[in-house]
């Protein structure tokens, strides 16, 4: 009987510690089953384990902070009266029950769904078994952040007993939370995020100084980094390295095109180059020069990923199509992810953009009239945000450039939201229509042709934009209101059954951020294909075989395969 007792004591103890909170069980349970519900991509069941258990710490804590206030309430209007122990029985396995029979429901319904929205993505679907593994990895995330909590606690009533010796019970009170609250705020701003931001900061800068397998040192003296070069191949950072060190050569283009074609120009300027972004920008102007940039048909200043990174199916596609004659620059502003460069300073791809382009303008303005390439902007997440950051709007895009192509532009992204917001009546935000499609046009693979219908005039702005894209339409509003697109009839790549809810939607999308890239082309943040029509639109080419427009696309559609693709947001795919 001892043996007994004494084994069962850390399970009596671990139930004493729990001691869940019933309106905050109630909220627990709703935002478990919400949880379950379809977001905008498919998911693993280990990712929607993460997913629930955070979002059921999430009902949790406001089940707990509306059962306080209703008990504060209840107390003040009748301090005397209380619930009887059968009432209170029954609540709970009435509570208990249900939230079972509705997890477990949830569950099942939650495989359906994930099932279809793989086959609307035409990738395989997660099967049913896995998901009753995620109550167990939910519960262990609850878990978590609940002992994190109790410990908050406990030191909050430690210090509201050491102070209530001296102090009035009130004040004690107030002197704890604030206390606690104050080492909270400290505790983040003062230690933990200046410790994770110095360590992503080391981690990255280390992952810059080194090389992909693909990269190959260039021994083309049109490309940065190769015979006769301004900056060092070892300059030009891990993504500037992968940009520099792929793509197709003059050969490979006249084998794929069946005409003659030239060797493209790429310039690219890396962070350890140059101090600061216009030295960069000047360094990369001189590198134009040098390989004869502004003397292509296109010239195109791309505004990088954080990490640097310029997708491979943009650059690839604009050279193909333009039989290689094109020069392409970009400069690199920083080597964090571009999520993480967005919490620390997003300003800087908007300078970087800035930057660059003056350079790069200032240059071009000085050749004649009719010997000048067409100057292009390009940029992608991160990238469209900060090239599209560099003008004041619309006319003057027109203005300084001969077009615009930006894709997977994030909703923070200012001038996005302005046309989006101006939209003629009848357009949807997902697909809006800007003044009838004169100047700019917003498009994706599942609709016509980019250039299809209304006359419009160049010079051309285009935005590629998924209605499945998470980049596209992450928004702290969403924690609170239900966003716009959400209210009109959902796009073709959207499941029918999804829904808005309160802070829930947030974090389905904010999760949905990480697979972002782990879908079939034309879908979520891959826009690999279409960036060929994208071109065609905005940069059209002379002499361009239409009979190998398709085979193009398929070949961009192989760049990045679903099985080994990471977020592209973070510029690595």
Known sequence: MTLRRAAAAPVRGFWRWLRLDFAGLVGAFWFFTLSLTPSLLPRTWIYQAVLSGITVTIGYLLGCLVGGVVRIVKRLAAPNRSASQRVVQAAWITLLSAGTVAGAAYLIASSAWQSDLSALMERDGPGPNHYFLVVGIAAGVFLFFLAIGRTIRAFDRWLHRLFG????????????????????????????????????????????????????????????????????????????????????????????????????????????????????????????????GFERAVLVVATTTGTGWIDPAAADSLEYLHLGD????????????????????????????????????????????????????????????????AFVDVQDIRARVDGALWVGAPDSSQLRRELTAGRDSGSFVVQPVIDAGRHVRFWDAHGDAPGAGAEWSRPRVLYLQHASDPVAWLSPSVLWSKPAWMAEPLAQDVLPTLSWFPFVTFWQITGDMAVSAQVPDGYGHRYAAEHVDAWLAVAPPDGWPVDRTEDLRAMLREYCPVATAVISIVGTC
């Open 165 to 292: 010796r001296r102090v009035p019970v009130p004040v004690a009170a107030a002197a704890s939370v604030l206390s606690v609250g104050a080492i909270a705020f400290w505790a983040w701003t003062g230690l933990l995020y200046p410790t994770l931001l110095g360590a992503a900061n080391d981690m990255f800068e280390a992952l810059n100084d080194t090389t992909s397998d693909t990269s190959v040192e260039p021994a083309s003296e049109l490309r940065s980094g190769g015979p006769d070069s301004l900056v060092s191949w070892e300059s030009l950072g891990r993504k500037g390295r992968e940009f520099i060190g792929s793509g197709p050569s003059a050969a490979d283009i006249t084998e794929f095109a069946g005409r003659p074609a030239v060797e493209p120009v790429r310039a690219y300027v890396g962070i350890d180059a140059a101090e600061d972004l216009d030295e960069r920008a000047e360094l990369a102007v001189r590198e134009l020069e040098r390989t004869q």
């Open 326 to 389: 094109t020069a392409i620059v970009g400069i690199q502003y920083s080597y964090l992810p571009s999520w993480l460069s967005f919490l620390v300073d997003e300003s800087e791809a908007r300078a970087a953009a800035s930057a660059l382009l003056d350079a790069v303008r200032t240059r071009w303005l000085q050749l004649p009239d009719d010997s000048r390439p067409r100057l292009v902007v390009y940029g992608e997440s991160l990238g469209a945000m900060g090239s599209a950051g």
